[in-house]
C-alpha cells in the first residue's frame, strides 16, 4: 500500500497572491494475486495418496489455485452493524462496524465456503476432518461463524479471545458448506489454517502444513479499472484535490477511495537509459499506464474545474509532498 500525499498551488492573477490546497493523501494498492470479489470460491480441504492440501477453488471456472495465487475481496457492501444481540458479542459492541463475507449467496459479494469434496469416505475415523485455526495478522480479530434459521450463531473461529485448540471447524467430509467469515476493521489479514484428522486404523491425528490465506476488507471505494482523475478544482478563492469518478459521474474525498494496480500492470523496465530512474533494465514494476487499457486504472489528472485567467499565466502545479510505501512512485509521461 501506498499513501501519495499531493498539494495544488498557484498564484492569483491580479492580487499575485499565492494559494495553495491541503495537503491531500491519495491511497494505491499494487496488488500481485488474482483479485476474488464476488462468485464462489471455496476453501478446499485434500487428502490423496497420503498427503493433505490446502487449496482455492474457483467453481466458476473449474480450477484449483494455490492459497496464495489469490486474494479474497471484501467489497464495500460487506461492512455492516454489530447486531443488538448478546450472542453476537464476539463480534464486538452492538453497533459496531464489521465486514462480513456472508454464508448466504449475494449478488456482487464474494461467496466463501470450505469444502471437503476431496476426501473419500471412509479414509477417517468417524469422518472426521477438522480446520484449525492457528494464525491471524490483521488490522483486527478473525470469526468464522455460522447463522441457523433463527438467527443465532454458531462460532467456530473466533481471533478476539486468543487462538487455541477451541478454534477449530468440522470440515463436511464429501461435501462442502459456507459459513460467515467476519472481520472487526477493514484492511488487509494473513489467516493461517491447518487441517488434521485422524486415520481409520491409526491413533493418533495427522496435521496438513501450515496453509496461509490472504484477505482484504475494503475500507473505501476501489477502483481497478476505468477512468478516474485526481481533479484540482478551484472555487472560491480555495484550492481543492479531489477524484472524480467519470462512468458515475461524482466526485469523492481522497480519503474515499483506494486505487489499484492489478497484476497486469506489472511489467519490466525497459532496456534504454532513459529510465533509469525506474531501476535496472528488466526490474518488475506496476505501471497505471497513460494510454487507456482494458481491465486497468485510467488514473488522469484533471483541471478542468479551474477557471481561466484565475492564475497567472494560468499556471496551477500539483506538487508531490510526501510517498508512504513499501517503495518509490513516479509520475512521468512517455511522446
Avoid: C
Amino acid at each position: 500500500r501506498y499513501e501519495v500525499i499531493l498539494q495544488a498551488n498557484g498564484v492569483q492573477t491580479g492580487s499575485g497572491q499565492a494559494v495553495s490546497s491541503e495537503a491531500v493523501s491519495y491511497t494505491f494498492e499494487v496488488l500481485e494475486p488474482e483479485i476474488f470479489a464476488q462468485g464462489e470460491l471455496d476453501m478446499e480441504v485434500v487428502y490423496e495418496d497420503g498427503e493433505w492440501e490446502l487449496a482455492l477453488l474457483d467453481e466458476a471456472n473449474e480450477r484449483e489455485l494455490e492459497p496464495d495465487q489469490a486474494l479474497l475481496y471484501g467489497v464495500a457492501a460487506t461492512r455492516q452493524s454489530v447486531p443488538a444481540d448478546a450472542s453476537y458479542g464476539f463480534l464486538g459492541n452492538a453497533g459496531d462496524s464489521v465486514w462480513v463475507l456472508p454464508q448466504e449467496e449475494q449478488e456482487g459479494v464474494l461467496y466463501a465456503g470450505i469444502a471437503g469434496d476431496e476426501i473419500e469416505s471412509g479414509v477417517f475415523k468417524q469422518e472426521a476432518v477438522s480446520l484449525h485455526l492457528v494464525g491471524v495478522r490483521g488490522p483486527g480479530n478473525v470469526s468464522l461463524y455460522a447463522t441457523d434459521a433463527f438467527g443465532a450463531p454458531q462460532v467456530f473461529f473466533n481471533s478476539g479471545d486468543g487462538i487455541d485448540e477451541q478454534d477449530v471447524f468440522p470440515v463436511a467430509v464429501g461435501g462442502h458448506a459456507h459459513q460467515n467469515w467476519a472481520f472487526t476493521a477493514p484492511g488487509v489479514y494473513k489467516v493461517d489454517v491447518q487441517a488434521s484428522g485422524t486415520l481409520v486404523g491409526a491413533s493418533e491425528a495427522i496435521q496438513s502444513e501450515v496453509a496461509t490465506f490472504t484477505f482484504y476488507l475494503q475500507p473505501s471505494a476501489l477502483f481497478s479499472d476505468g477512468d478516474i482523475d485526481m481533479e484540482v478544482a478551484f472555487e472560491d478563492g480555495e484550492l481543492e484535490l479531489v477524484l472524480l469518478d467519470e462512468a458515475n459521474e461524482r466526485e469523492l474525498e481522497a480519503s474515499e477511495a483506494t486505487l489499484v494496480g492489478v497484476p497486469s500492470t506489472l511489467e519490466p523496465v525497459p532496456n534504454n537509459p532513459a529510465y533509469g530512474f525506474l531501476g535496472l533494465p528488466g526490474d518488475a514494476i506496476y505501471v497505471l499506464p497513460q494510454d487507456e487499457r482494458e481491465g486497468v486504472l485510467y488514473l488522469g489528472i484533471a483541471g478542468d474545474e479551474i477557471p481561466a485567467g484565475a492564475f497567472n499565466n494560468d499556471a496551477v502545479d500539483l506538487n508531490l509532498v510526501a510517498v508512504n510505501g513499501p517503495g518509490n512512485v513516479f509520475l512521468y509521461a512517455t511522446d
